[in-house]
């Protein structure tokens, strides 16, 4: 079963439920996103686990694996989930922790791999699904596709596109590893 971790629109989760994924649970770090909307219009628990209602950022993610683990997740899937991970949730879910990234890992780690791909001059960019690990972006990438950066691209219109493929590869990803 797999969770979802999300912190805006949740389209990613969309494609997730799209495919038809056995989704046990979806959680976010913010209050009233989209992306808990569209958990709910699927019928499927949502939790909102706000660094601040926490003491530390460490009992954050202890709360949150152990609710993970309450719905019976096994494979936690980050799709525009925008909080880092403290050693806590690694104890629970180490290894089995995916996360998409808008750009060639280890080339354009961090926030803002769109922007950065630009400022860069690069004439492609990817759509990348790794593993999590403690890193920023480190843990070995498991599938990436290609998206080539025209000369007239804005931030908006190349994000547009490398979407469409993380929506289509994203899904495709997660379906294998759950087979495994």
Same mark, same amino acid.
């Given at each position: ?5 999300? %912190? ?6 969309? @494609? ?11 959680? %976010? ?25 926490? @003491? ?7 709360? &949150?694996?152990?609710?993970?683990? %309450? ?7 980050? #799709? ?24 060639? &890992?280890?080339?354009?780690?961090? #926030? ?7 400022? #860069?001059?690069?004439?492609?960019? @990817? ?12 843990? =070995? ?6 998206? =080539? ?14 979407? @469409? ?5 994203? =899904? ?9």
């Amino acid at each position: 079963m797999i969770g979802v971790l999300v %912190s805006g629109e949740g389209t990613n989760l969309q @494609a997730l439920i799209d495919a038809g994924l056995p989704i046990a649970a979806v959680a %976010s770090n913010n209050q009233g996103v989209r992306a808990l909307e569209r958990a709910e219009a699927a019928e499927i628990p949502a939790a909102v686990f706000d660094a601040g209602d926490y @003491a530390t950022r460490e009992e954050r993610d202890v709360a &949150l694996a152990e609710w993970l683990q %309450s719905q019976g997740v096994e494979l936690v899937v980050c #799709a525009g989930y925008m909080h880092l991970f403290r050693k806590p949730f690694f104890d629970y879910y180490g290894g089995r922790i995916v996360n998409t990234h808008s750009a060639p &890992l280890p080339d354009f780690p961090g #926030a803002h791999p769109i922007e950065d791909v630009l400022a #860069a001059g690069v004439d492609e960019t @990817a759509a990348t699904i790794h593993y999590v690990d403690e890193g920023i972006d480190t843990g =070995p990438v498991i599938a990436a596709e290609r998206v =080539p950066v025209r000369a007239d691209d804005t931030v908006e219109t190349l994000r547009k596109r490398v979407q @469409a493929v993380e929506h289509r590869l994203l =899904p495709k990803v997660v379906r294998e590893l759950c087979a495994r």
